[in-house]
């Protein structure tokens, strides 16, 4: 007799691997390693889900219309055409189980977010790479990309971990010249945090065609990243086919109130961006003024470029703020072993770090 054995493909999945958040020796540290919310959620939310708390025999309202609605009415967005998931992951992989299968090709470039390729593969489908111009998606090289095979092509913008973003304009080409029967999937967990003004979420777009679909999260801007939570917006024939394939009680009473305090308070989310914005710019001057490569990123983090040389590298960069308490994420496994890729975190934490890269790249001369 032999074991049972999963489906084809399924053990060459490689497990993610999360941001670390401890270093032995260390009983508080700096973490900036997962892009959560410098500030944390709103204190309405926290408010919110503190009085949710009792009845935790029920269930949860398995359609979250209250939630629904208030997206829809902050977004601007019909409610019909919202569908809530554990987390945007949830949605993603709802996607793929709805539109991918064996044999099948999904599209996504070269350093994106690695669920991508995960849940492509944890449908039988084969991830396809396309290459990117300065670490920015390349239209043409997608659609250089598509097969008859293709059914997906997964974007974020903007992107996890490069930062980069791209204009709408290039997002309605790549649509337009895209086939008709293939889901283009705008990931738009970090929409929150983008200034240009040449910037669309997707959202446009997964109203005004049939066969785009916006993603978007609790987990970053909104700071409710435990509580997992995320939406997606699409055309109903979508939204249908995703609302047959998740769990009926996929997203939590304690992730529903809160989800819903934290849009009820703009006003916090208007300030975390202007946080966001500042730190950003600081710490990319900071650093550009220290020498190192640092491209401007249009998301929560920054993502700068160490020489490979030994003793000046990423890796050493890392392993000297890890000496000091601070995580921060390594990207080889995207691609980018010179790369680090630091969060945005609050006024104390972002002192810190500036002032450890500092020392570290004056000791290295870098
Ligand atoms: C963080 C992130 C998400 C969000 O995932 P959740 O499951 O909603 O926490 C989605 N896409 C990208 C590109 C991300 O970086």
């Excluded at 493909?9 to 919310?37: D, H, M, T």
């Excluded at 997906?152 to 913008?157: D, E, K, R, W």
Aim: aromatic share 6%.
């Amino acid at each position: 007799m032999s074991l049972p054995t999963p489906r084809p493909g399924i053990l060459n999945i490689p497990i993610y691997q999360v941001g670390e958040s401890k270093i032995s020796g260390f009983s508080k540290v700096i973490k900036l390693a997962s892009n959560e919310a410098a500030l944390g959620p709103s204190p309405k939310a926290e408010q919110a889900l503190a009085n949710a708390i009792g009845h935790l025999e029920k269930y949860p309202d398995g359609a979250a219309v209250e939630l629904r609605k208030t997206i829809a009415k902050t977004h601007g967005v019909e409610f019909e055409n919202v569908i809530c998931g554990a987390g945007s992951d949830e949605i993603l992989a709802l996607l793929c189980r709805a539109y991918a299968g064996e044999g099948d090709e999904i599209i996504h470039t070269r350093h994106a977010f690695l669920m991508f390729g995960i849940y492509a593969n944890s449908v039988g489908a084969t991830p396809i790479m396309t290459p990117e111009t300065e670490l920015t998606a390349d239209i043409d090289k997608i659609l250089e990309a598509v097969t008859p095979r293709t059914r997906l092509v997964f974007l974020a913008n903007p992107n996890n971990p490069t930062g980069t973003c791209l204009p709408s304009s290039e997002i309605t080409r790549l649509r337009q010249e895209l086939r008709e029967d293939i889901v283009l999937v705008l990931d738009g967990a970090y929409a929150e945090f983008v200034e240009a003004d040449n910037y669309e979420s997707g959202l446009d777009l997964a109203r005004s065609t049939q066969n785009t679909v916006a993603t978007r999260t609790f987990s970053k801007i909104y700071g409710l990243a435990s509580l997992r939570l995320g939406w997606a917006y699409g055309p109903k024939h979508i939204i249908d086919a995703l609302e047959r394939l998740r769990s009926p009680f996929n997203v939590s009473v304690p992730a529903q109130v809160a989800g819903l305090a934290a849009l009820e308070d703009q006003e916090h989310i208007a300030k975390a961006k202007a946080h966001n914005s500042k730190w950003r710019d600081i710490a990319i001057q900071r650093l550009r003024g220290l020498g190192l490569k640092v491209g401007e990123t249009h998301a929560n983090f920054i993502l700068p470029e160490f020489p490979a040389e030994k003793g000046k590298s990423a890796a050493d960069a890392d392993a000297y703020l890890k000496s000091k308490g601070i995580i921060v994420r390594r990207v080889d496994g995207y691609g980018l072993p010179n790369y680090l890729r630091i969060t945005i975190g609050n006024d104390e934490e972002m002192e810190r770090v500036l002032e450890e890269l500092t020392v570290f790249l004056e000791q290295s001369g870098a």
